[in-house]
């Protein structure tokens, strides 16, 4: 009797308990079932990222998107401003970016310049060795014949960069590269007045654009290859971007 | 009878003639200059009228055609492509040599009463005075004072770069026979102050059915089609049926779905993409709260239309879906949810979406290998953002995961063909 009797306040109590994990289970699956999305920056540009990597990495493999991790701040909302200002032309960059404000802008651009992920290789098409010397020439030393500065002399000694506002070249692919000059003389990309880059890319031959690209994407990496600080290069043209207004040299 | 014989080619000549005159005849008048205006220059200064001009002008989303990429507000300078040819906008700044710096009221509100410019010249009709002549008088004054008393800049329009015979100004004759009746917006008495104000400014200034309605080969939209959603020429999106229709329509949408679109660019039932990402974060989003629900009181007595007939099941819809099941759980459920529900306030839902039930499924498509922001507004200042899957998904991808998203759920709509997302494959940058 006793067991009966106990086995009969059991039997509710078992419910109630099943009961329970039955809801609780419920819950638990619902909620699984339910996307949970993270309130941070890095989810909320996912148009940004899956193009150019979650850690502005870019994606070395297609040798077209680039490297946007550890870039300076600055040239990365300058980059934006051009495509939504028209200057700089290419359809879903202007897409993408053609409403984002100057803080939310700011803000993505903190993002990708703090971010400090390896470099890695991008394919690089079979070019001869006198090639990749005349790069090799143009980045340290330039062609003064033809009034070509090295673009070490803007770009810091390693081409990783000089802060605020000038890019690194490293690490960059050979098509994204080439790409980029040949858009300074189709004026497919421009910036503010006096658009320096566009004078240095309309001085260079095509084969100058081949070599340059290639030496660049060939090199090994510096050991450091954060931006040099500001001032520390004395740019040979005179540059909107870097706050010049007079006419270029 | 040999003489009618003679008579009747005659005849038959000069009604021709009579025909062509009034069709392509002159149509010249003289602009009234500002000093001869009836409305005095001192009364356009009142900064309460300038005020409320700026309200309106930016109801009316003036701003979005009248600036050039990059370029000062209001000072035109692009060109807006239409399936004639492309149309130069003009600067509205009241400079003397390029802008509106010589008009009087009087030449304004015969642009946009009567879609004339101040020479009488027939109006190209991108400019949507089909709507605008439907403004009062009163708040076409506002708007002018408004922009008289921007800073003028100069800027010099294009010549419009038409095909024949639409570079002939005065075919827009037969045009506007047929597209074109000129009037100020009749409130109906029968309908509350609400509805009456929200069918005035969905009607007139917010023209919005210059987007919503399907323009027919002349580029015009038939006089009984209202709101019912059609292709926008050149852009290739498809603005949705804004009744309260089913399947494509805003079924199943409250008053406040409707204000939130409009305010903040997302709602339960879906966010604003496209060139409506552009109409919000330029337009609506500035309107007063009373205006916006006097738009959605509108919105929502627009009955639903009778159901276009459902398209077919092809026999290879389900393998597509199949297919498109896949791709969506490996690319898609993450943000919008296994059953398409989406979460509030950041992805929208999928299920019951009229962007994605919409009859020609170019939206869904679009946004797939786009992507993008969802619009800014004071209240979304950092949106969150999808990936464009332009560079990861296949023409068959695209279509599969369109077609399983537009036929899953509660949604009944026509499948997506591979050839189709290769038509759309390309980013549009206006």
Known sequence: MKTNASLRHAKPFGVAILFAVALWYGAASRAADHPTIPDTLQQRIAACTSCHGVHGEGTPGSGYFPRLAGKPAAYLVRQMQDFQNGLRKYAPMEYTVRQLPPAYMREIAEYFAAQQVPYSRSPLPPVSAATLARGEALLGKGDPARRIPACASCHGSQLTGVQPSTPGLVGLPYDYISAQLGSWRTHTRATVAPDCMAEVANRLSESDITAVAAALASRELPADTHPQPAGSVTPPLSCGVLGATGDPS | MKRLRWLLPSVALLIVLALGWGLFGGSGSRPTPPAASKVAAASLRDPALIAKGEYLATVGDCAGCHTAQGGARYAGGRALATPFGDIPVPNITPDRATGLGDWSFEDFWQALHSGKGRHGELLYPAFSYTSYTKVSRDDALAI??????????HQPAAAPALAFPYSVRNSLKAWRALYFREGEFKPDPAQ?????????LVQGLGHCNECHAARDTLGGTPQDVHLSGGQIPMQNWYAPDLSTGRNGGLEGWSAQDIVDLLKTGQSAKGSAFGPMAAVVSGSTQHMSDADLHAVATYLQSLPPRAPAAQPGTPFDARTLAEQGEKVYAKHCAECHGKRGEGVAGVYP???????????????????????GFTPVTAANQRPYSMPPFAQQLSDAEVAAVVTYIRRGWTNRASIVRAEAVSTYRHTPID
């Open chain 2, 144 to 153: 002018f004072a408004y922009l008289q008393s921007l800073p003028p800049v």
């Open chain 2, 192 to 200: 509350s102050a609400e509805w009456n104000r929200g069918a005035y």
């Open chain 2, 349 to 371: 839902p999928l299920d019951g979406n009229s962007s994605v039930t919409e009859p020609t499924g170019i939206n869904a498509t679009r946004m797939v290998l786009l992507g």
